[in-house]
C-alpha cells in the first residue's frame, strides 16, 4: 500500500523506478502468502478458509507455485478421505459426507472419493440390514451404487439377500395374520426384484 501510495504522489521522483519493482515484488508474492495461510487453515481444521486460500492463491500463481498447490491440495484431499475409511466406524454418515465434500473440494478429481464413501455407505447399509432396517439399507444401496458403480455387482447380491429376508417376513407375518406387513414386505420384494412381480401377484 505504501508503495502505491508512494507512485502516485510522486510522479517524477529518482526512484520511482524502484518503487515500481518493489510493488510487483511485493504483488508477487502475495500468493505464496496465500498459499501459506491456506496451509495454516487447514491444519486448524478451518477448512472454508483453507479452500478459500487455495483458489485465491491459484488465481495468481506463477507455474512454480501452482504445481505446489495442487500437489498440497491432492495431498490434504487423500489425507481427509483416508481418516473417513479409518474412523468409517465412530463417525455418522452425515459427518462423513461433511468431510468428504471439502475432500472433493481441495481436489475434485481424486478417484478415491467415490471409493471411500461407497465403502462407507456399504458398512452403513450393512448395520442397517442386521437391525432389520431394510428400507434404509435399500436406499444406502442405491446411494453407494450412484458414488461408486464398481460395487454394482456386490449391492445387486446384497438386495437379492435383503428380497430373502423380506420373504421370510412375509411368511411369519402372514402366519400371525398381520397383512399390512406381508403386503408391505411384498411391494418391497417387488421393488428389489422385478422380475418376480408376476409370481408375487
Do not use: W
Not at 483453507?50 to 484431499?77: T, V
Not at 437391525?131 to 461408486?148: C, H, Q, R, V
Not at 411369519?172 to 408376476?198: A, C, D, G, R
Amino acid at each position: 500500500e505504501n508503495f502505491k501510495k508512494f507512485l502516485a504522489k510522486e510522479t517524477h521522483h529518482n526512484k520511482r523506478n524502484k518503487a515500481l519493482n518493489m510493488l510487483q515484488y511485493c504483488q508477487s508474492k502475495i500468493p505464496y502468502q496465500k498459499f501459506q495461510l491456506a496451509i495454516n487453515a487447514y491444519l486448524l481444521s478451518d477448512f472454508s478458509n483453507a479452500i478459500q486460500y487455495f483458489n485465491s492463491a491459484e488465481l495468481d500463481a506463477d507455474d512454480i507455485l501452482k504445481k505446489e498447490i495442487q500437489s498440497k491440495r491432492k495431498s490434504f484431499s487423500s489425507e481427509l478421505l483416508n481418516a473417513i475409511a479409518k474412523h468409517k466406524n465412530e463417525i455418522s454418515i452425515a459427518e462423513a459426507k461433511k468431510l468428504a465434500q471439502v475432500a472433493k473440494a481441495l481436489f475434485p478429481n481424486l478417484k478415491q472419493y467415490s471409493k471411500v464413501m461407497g465403502d462407507l455407505y456399504m458398512d452403513k447399509a450393512k448395520l442397517n440390514t442386521k437391525i432389520k432396517n431394510y428400507p434404509g439399507a435399500i436406499d444406502i444401496y442405491e446411494e453407494a451404487k450412484k458414488l461408486y458403480p464398481e460395487l454394482g455387482f456386490n449391492i445387486k447380491m446384497r438386495l437379492y439377500s435383503i428380497a430373502d429376508s423380506l420373504m421370510k417376513d412375509a411368511y411369519f407375518s402372514y402366519k400371525q395374520k398381520e397383512m399390512y406387513t406381508v403386503l408391505n414386505s411384498m411391494k418391497k420384494i417387488i421393488q428389489l426384484q422385478p422380475q418376480i412381480k408376476k409370481d408375487l401377484d
